[in-house]
């Protein structure tokens, strides 16, 4: 069955350093999410992103976070100056045809900022 | 803001027994409803969706729908101990982009 792969499974970064969090969605799949995770906490929205643009954002998606598309295959969630509250797990995911089908996680980045 | 609300337990059934597990939600809007399952320290799992109003069978596990009372809920049948983990309720809301994500409800499952 097609999954969504994430690179690297952890990542452990000083304060203040940039972080590129790699994914490659499934492969006929058009819609492609990040979502965090702090330890403990809810799964949080971060941004969607469909025909290689931003369609919806949360408040969590400042200046310092922006995500791309390089090529056909690769997604990236790319955090500048990174701060020890980013320390969580990162998902990646996506969906099929239309935004509001289900959408397929990846195993997800630990990043460790310290 | 909009929300998810879920009973975080946990919520502890015996094998065989019937799980449910229920979320509400305060977008009124909203028209795509999910369940997911998330063992500790693993990515969430799509259980099953539903998007209409009523029930949704497969296999073991139950979506029920109430769009009126912005009530989703999920019923496991003959639970088993490897269903203990957190069950996640996830909805998205008017837009069509945004999935909220409850904080779960951890079922334990005695065997």
């Known amino acids: 069955e097609p999954e969504v792969t994430q690179t690297p499974s952890h990542q452990v970064t000083q304060m203040g350093q940039e972080v590129i969090l790699r994914c490659v969605p499934i492969s006929n799949h058009l819609y492609f999410y990040w979502y965090r995770q702090i330890l403990g906490q809810k799964v949080e929205f971060l941004v969607s992103?469909?025909?290689?643009?931003?369609?919806?954002k949360s408040e969590i998606f400042d200046d310092q976070f922006s995500v791309e598309r390089p090529d056909g295959s690769n997604f990236t969630l790319k955090i500048r100056s990174t701060k020890l509250e980013d320390s969580a797990m990162y998902f990646c995911a996506s969906s099929e045809r239309e935004s509001n089908q289900p959408q397929h996680f990846g195993d997800g980045t630990r990043l460790s900022i310290l | 803001q909009k929300e998810v609300e879920q009973n975080s337990g946990p919520l502890s059934v015996p094998e065989g027994a019937i799980a449910s597990l229920n979320c509400t939600y305060s977008?009124?809007?909203?028209?795509?409803f999910f369940w997911y399952r998330q063992y500790s320290g693993k990515s969430p799992e799509l259980i099953m969706f539903?998007?209409?109003?009523g029930d949704k069978e497969d296999g073991r596990f139950t979506a029920q729908l109430n769009k009126a009372s912005q009530y989703v809920s999920l019923l496991i049948r003959d639970s088993q101990p490897s269903d203990s983990a957190t069950y996640l309720c996830?909805?998205?809301?008017?837009?069509?982009?945004?999935?909220?994500f409850g904080a779960g409800t951890r079922l334990f499952v005695k065997a």
């Open positions: 977008d009124r809007g909203s028209q795509s």
């Open positions: 992103f469909y025909n290689n643009e931003i369609s919806e």
């Open positions: 996830a909805v998205i809301g008017t837009g069509g982009f945004k999935t909220i």
């Open positions: 539903i998007y209409s109003n």
